[in-house]
Structure formats: structure tokens, C-alpha cells
T-cell receptor, first 108, second 116 residues
Framework: GIQVEQSPPDLILQEGANSTLRCNFS?????LQWFHQNPWGQLINLFY???GTKQNGRLSATTVATERYSLLYISSSQTTDSGVYFC??????????FGKGTRLSVIA | GAVVSQHPSRVICKSGTSVKIECRSL??????MFWYRQFPKQSLMLMAT?????????EQGVEKDKFLINHASLTLSTLTVTSAHPEDSSFYIC????????????FGPGTRLTVL
């Protein structure tokens, strides 16, 4: 089956810094989503982005389907951005395959 | 976006008891729902696919007699952990793709199960 790899596994940022999280896939991308899991465990949908670029406030994401990777950009990071960021992929209504996540800590 | 609820959010039980977890899609219908399990500091692992009106499909290594799944309606799926043991302690999360809608999936807030 498809493999999803995320990097870096852990990231510590000073508040206000920018960061880029990467997601690599072993097969063609059909549907791709980025999630933020907050400290209480809730998975928050950030982007549904099988291709192209989207922006939402300080966050943006780019997926290059032909090269099998996606990037999540966080600008001007805040302490509330802390948590685990997952990318996940699926086809149609199949279950999502998750990467192992990037654990982000933003320090004031 | 679509809303998925789970109940209870947290449960502590004694070893040997059974625990039922509900997953509801509040503002859309879902013929399929997915159940995941997440151990501390690990990723989400699919346990089973819940299908409305038919049997659930379980992933390899997941005991179907221990994790009973019932998808009784287009808005409700239940996961029952039978004869729970401490190794079943985990964070259980359900997700649902809206039927006939986009391929985006929405997740419930999760249920933290602790078996003493």
C-alpha cells in the first residue's frame, strides 16, 4: 500500500518564526489532507489539497502531485500552533493513510 | 465544515467490562465511517471500516469479536470494546466522508479509553 513519510519528526520554533513541513508519498496522490491535532486530540482539517496551492491566514500548502510531495508552510508561528501536524492520503471514500506526523512546539 | 461527534469523550473502566463509543455525523449522512486507534505519540492506525446496513471490514490484526462495530443508520456508528483490558487503553477516533460530497473526511473529537 501507499506509504506516507513526514519530515521533520520534531520541530521547535521561537514564536514569530516560519517553518516548512514536508510530506512525501510513495505513489500517485489522489486526495491529500493536512491536519493539526491539538493537545486535546482533536484533528482539525487544515487543507484538502490534492494539487496546487492554497492559503488560509498564516498557513499555506502546496502539493506537487507529479513529484509526490506536499508542503505545509506556517508563517509567524504562535504558541497556539503547537501540536502534531499530519498529512494523510486516500482515494475517494477509502480510509486515510496517515504519516507519522511532525510534532511542533512553539516557544514564547 | 461538516461536524462529527463522539461520545463519551473520556471513559475509565475496570478490566473485563465492555465500553460502547458512539460516532455521529451531525449535519450530513455517511454510508461509511472509519474507526482509528492512536497510541501515545504515535500516528492514527485504521482499525475498521463501518458500512451502513452491512458488516464492518476489519484491518489485519484487529479482532472483530473484541471490537464490535454497528452502523445502524446513516448518521450513527458504534464501536464496542468487549471485555476490555489495559492494553486496549488508547485514543479512539472516528471519521466520516460525507456521502455524495467531497472527498474531505471529517473527524470526531476522539474518545480516550483507560482500562484499569
Amino acid at each position: 500500500g501507499i506509504q506516507v513519510e513526514q519530515s521533520p519528526p520534531d520541530l521547535i520554533l521561537q514564536e514569530g518564526a516560519n517553518s516548512t513541513l514536508r510530506c512525501n508519498f510513495s505513489d500517485s496522490v489522489n486526495n491529500l489532507q493536512w491536519f493539526h491535532q491539538n493537545p486535546w486530540g482533536q484533528l482539525i482539517n487544515l487543507f484538502y489539497i490534492p494539487s496546487g496551492t492554497k492559503q488560509n491566514g498564516r498557513l499555506s500548502a502546496t502539493t506537487v502531485a507529479t513529484e509526490r510531495y506536499s508542503l505545509l508552510y506556517i508563517s509567524s508561528s504562535q504558541t497556539t500552533d503547537s501540536g502534531v501536524y499530519f498529512c494523510a492520503e486516500n482515494s475517494g471514500n477509502t480510509p486515510l493513510v496517515f504519516g507519522k506526523g511532525t510534532r511542533l512546539s512553539v516557544i514564547a | 465544515g461538516a461536524v462529527v461527534s463522539q461520545h463519551p469523550s473520556r471513559v475509565i473502566c475496570k478490566s473485563g467490562t465492555s465500553v460502547k463509543i458512539e460516532c455521529r455525523s451531525l449535519d450530513f449522512q455517511a454510508t461509511t465511517m472509519f474507526w482509528y486507534r492512536q497510541f501515545p505519540k504515535q500516528s492514527l492506525m485504521l482499525m475498521a471500516t463501518s458500512n451502513e446496513g452491512s458488516k464492518a471490514t476489519y484491518e489485519q490484526g484487529v479482532e472483530k469479536d473484541k471490537f464490535l462495530i454497528n452502523h445502524a443508520s446513516l448518521t450513527l456508528s458504534t464501536l464496542t470494546v468487549t471485555s476490555a483490558h489495559p492494553e486496549d487503553s488508547s485514543f479512539y477516533i472516528c471519521s466520516a466522508p460525507p456521502s455524495g460530497g467531497t472527498d474531505t473526511q471529517y473527524f470526531g473529537p476522539g474518545t480516550r479509553l483507560t482500562v484499569l
